[in-house]
Antibody, heavy 120, light 106 residues
């Protein structure tokens, strides 16, 4: 079975950076990309960015350009999302999710979500 | 960026009803449109991709249609497990989600 297991909840100060991990198992890691999607409290879903499991190419939503980095550790099949210069509006649940078909951003398996709270 | 607009934002239904949710894109996305179901505190679940293809394991009472800019999700014979929030997602140009439609019990 495909599993995406994310790191635990974080409480961060404004201006800090947070790095969330997503460990994949149950499939060939290099064959599928991983997206990051966030959801602020009571709000909808927002796609943030993507990384290829094959060649580590990345794409990001324009809104997050320069503030988000998505990386992989192929030795552990883990994807990381780092968000910098945090502000209160970044308080959200952050999900990683796998491409149904590599490079499509159509997402068939999701992690359990990681709550990031930004508060002074 | 492509904007996705869903309507209605909320709808009330009874078990057995037929429910239709609409999603409109600000420019053509071809057939690259998916629908997800989300329940409180849970990750979204993929229901339909490529506008009308049912994901494995999804009940056949769910169906999708449309192309270009206008799409619909239909739930025929709504069941208690279907009360949730539904999102459309375009994946023609990177990805954007609609704002969601909450289906609650009338």
């Amino acid at each position: 079975q495909v599993h995406l297991v994310q790191s635990g909840a974080e409480v961060m100060r404004p201006g800090a950076s947070v790095k969330v991990s997503c460990k994949a198992s149950g499939y060939t890691f290099s064959r599928y990309g991983i997206s990051w999607v966030r959801q602020a409290p009571g709000q909808g879903l927002e796609w943030m960015g993507w990384i290829s499991g094959y060649n580590e190419n990345t794409h990001h939503a324009q809104k997050f350009q320069g503030r988000v980095s998505v990386t992989t550790d192929t030795s552990t099949n883990t994807v990381y999302m780092e968000l910098r210069s945090l502000r209160s509006e970044d308080t959200a649940v952050y999900y990683c999710a796998r491409d149904r078909v590599d490079g499509t951003y159509n997402l068939d398996y999701w992690g359990q979500g990681t709550l990031v709270t930004v508060s002074s | 960026d492509i904007q996705m607009t869903q309507s209605p934002s909320t709808l009330s239904a009874s078990v057995g009803d037929r429910v239709t949710i609409t999603c409109r894109a600000s420019q053509s996305v071809g057939g690259w449109l998916a629908w997800y179901q989300q329940k409180p505190g849970k990750a979204p679940k993929l229901l339909i991709y490529e506008a009308s293809t049912l994901q494995i394991g999804v009940p056949s009472r769910f169906s999708g249609s449309g192309s270009g800019t206008d799409f619909t999700l239909t739930i025929s014979n709504v069941q208690p497990d279907d009360f949730a929030t539904y999102y459309c997602q375009q994946y023609n140009s990177y990805s954007t989600f609609g704002q969601g439609t909450k289906v609650d019990i009338q």
